[in-house]
């Protein structure tokens, strides 16, 4: 059954719960002269027959009615004579898997009526509903009190989510600096999250002000706390838009520095990996030039120790003093010509 409650109330108390939307109908029939009733229909996740039934009862708009019926609808006001139609996207932060859920409320309010559908378990508007019947002053109001107690909770829920994004980026923060590799797609992904979140509550500013003009037409009196009570739901409104501002600025701001910060990682890796490389080739040269001076003597004294009879200066008498003494030569010779070039 998609009726999750449904009550007539008059001068804001709770005087007859009907068993069924047929019999809330007679009930609101009955007592619709008296100015001083109204009825309070909440509904879940309805189908298209029972939106239909409680919009020829109550002659909601067709394109009203097709919007409920869709869902899927970005926050507004919309008035078809003197009824309202307002779309509320309500939100909460699953904060282990890091996700804003959006859901969805509509709402029909009419001078006898509101109708709450709810295409999503959250918020529980039940909670509302003790609220307000807690509040007979406050419910005398009308469907419109009705409407100002889900406007109020559905801003009022707003607030965990913005603690969740904070602790959220807040952490992504330290993990930026701490070099964390896997920083980028955290950010990316609560990017997106906080992108979701502002469209949902972006476009609530203009259907607050626009509600607001609605009482202001209607200028009683009795109306005035209303209208006070609304004004605080503008603020919280507003400081939330805000906030999101602000989040998103942040983020942006973190993912540019986390890039400064992966290139100024991967400079310093390159400068290592060439400085590495110089002191190889600075090696390298060393034993390449110890490896010349030392081949030269070894040419020398290697051709000389060949088995052959008839070689030059092999029967002179200092021929063994010359060889030796040109071995030397040659290697301090190499030695200089390294030294000067730096090799050693």
Request: with cysteine; charged share 25%; net charge negative.
């Amino acid at each position: 059954m998609t009726v999750v409650d449904n009550a007539i109330y008059v001068d804001g108390r709770r005087t007859v719960v009907p068993a069924s939307l047929e019999h809330t109908f007679e009930e609101l029939r009955a007592c619709a002269a008296d100015g001083h009733s109204f009825g309070w229909i909440g509904l879940l996740r309805p189908s298209e027959q029972e939106v239909k039934a409680v919009a020829r009862e109550f002659e909601l708009h067709p394109l009203a009615v097709e919007d409920t019926v869709t869902a899927h609808q970005r926050p507004k006001l919309e008035r078809y004579g003197d009824q309202l139609f307002v779309v509320l996207r309500p939100a909460r932060y699953v904060d282990p898997v890091e996700v804003v859920e959006i859901g969805e409320v509509h709402l029909f309010v009419g001078p006898e009526f509101v109708v709450t559908v709810r295409h999503a378990a959250e918020p529980d508007l039940g909670v509302v509903r003790r609220r307000l019947e807690a509040d007979p002053g406050l419910l005398a109001h009308g469907p419109f009190a009705v409407l100002y107690a889900v406007l109020d909770k559905v801003v009022d829920d707003y607030a965990p989510v913005l603690d969740g994004l904070q602790v959220d980026i807040d952490e992504i923060e330290v993990q930026v600096f701490g070099g964390d590799p896997g920083v980028s797609k955290r950010i990316y992904t609560l990017s997106r999250e906080v992108i979701e979140f502002q469209r949902a509550v972006e476009p609530l500013v203009a259907v607050l002000s626009e509600l607001r003009e609605q009482l202001e037409e209607r200028a009683g009196e009795a109306d005035l706390e209303l209208r006070r009570a609304l004004r605080d739901v503008v603020d919280h409104a507003t400081r939330v838009m805000e906030r999101i501002e602000a989040f998103r600025q942040l983020l942006i701001n973190i993912l540019t520095v986390n890039a400064a910060l992966v290139g100024q990682r991967q400079n310093e890796v390159m400068t290592e990996l060439t400085q590495a490389g110089y002191d190889q080739n600075e090696q390298l040269k060393r034993i390449s030039s110890w490896a010349a001076i030392l081949f030269a003597p070894t040419l020398i004294a290697s051709i000389y120790g060949m088995n052959f009879d008839v070689m030059p200066e092999l029967h002179w008498t200092l021929g063994y003093p010359f060889a030796v003494l040109l071995m030397v030569l040659l290697g301090l010779g190499l030695y200089a010509a390294f030294k000067r070039r730096g090799w050693l």
